[in-house]
């Protein structure tokens, strides 16, 4: 089965690679063309850069959330605690195209469709739930006496939380950060409801040109995106693993 699920996907990094303006096998020759076509000025390379502004802005703004509300959980004081974190995963759970839907008329109203804060504010409430997830499963090893015994000695519970529980839970948070990233990187239902022309990201373009006209700069653009999925989710677990050998010595 997990053959089944890779073996496409790697079928198409040969194909980036082609000499050709046609995607088939066999291959008339290697060549890089596709790759410097869309890492060169134009609008790849436009909608590349938008992508990463986004991410990284909405991957900021969900790990500060998340980290938040996993920490507020974890405290064990908040009323209808289910209620509330069945409402924050929420994101998670409903269709992307019931939720573009919903943020378009919100975003119309304040006067933020087609706008950079508009399609960053979408993404970071699409991210937030993987990061409150990913913290919350870290906190479940930690010891809440120490932040008690921070403060018992004069620490403020803002000191306390920065040099004691961030210190001891960043591979997780990171984790979690690199997972909101991922979420927003790869968007496109939303970013189609809310973004214009100049807010155009990657997996938008990809899917524009998929409609009007395929080659194989997509493919190349695809293998790009594929290694940075990879290498963001072996970053993640190694990042949990050692968070949670941490969390044990501690």
Known sequence: MVMFLITPLIAIIPLSFSSGSFLSYPLPGFSLQ???KVFQDGPWLAALKNSFIIGVASTILATILGTSAAYAFARRDLPMPTALLGILIAPMIVPPVISG???Y??????GLTATMPGVIIAHTVLAAPFVLITV?????GFDMGLLRAANSLGAS???????????IIAPGIISGALFAFMTSFDEVVVTLYLAGPAQRTLPLKMFEGLRDNIEPSI???????????VLNLITAVYLVNRSA???GRS
């Open 34 to 36: 596709w790759y410097e």
């Open 101 to 103: 839907l919903g943020m």
């Open 105 to 110: 008329f919100l975003m119309a109203k304040a």
């Open 136 to 140: 919350t499963a870290t906190l479940q």
């Open 157 to 167: 519970p803002l000191t306390a939380f920065m040099t004691i529980l961030v210190p």
């Open 219 to 229: 493919l190349a653009m695809s293998t790009f995106l594929m290694i940075v999925a």
């Open 245 to 247: 050998k941490k969390l």
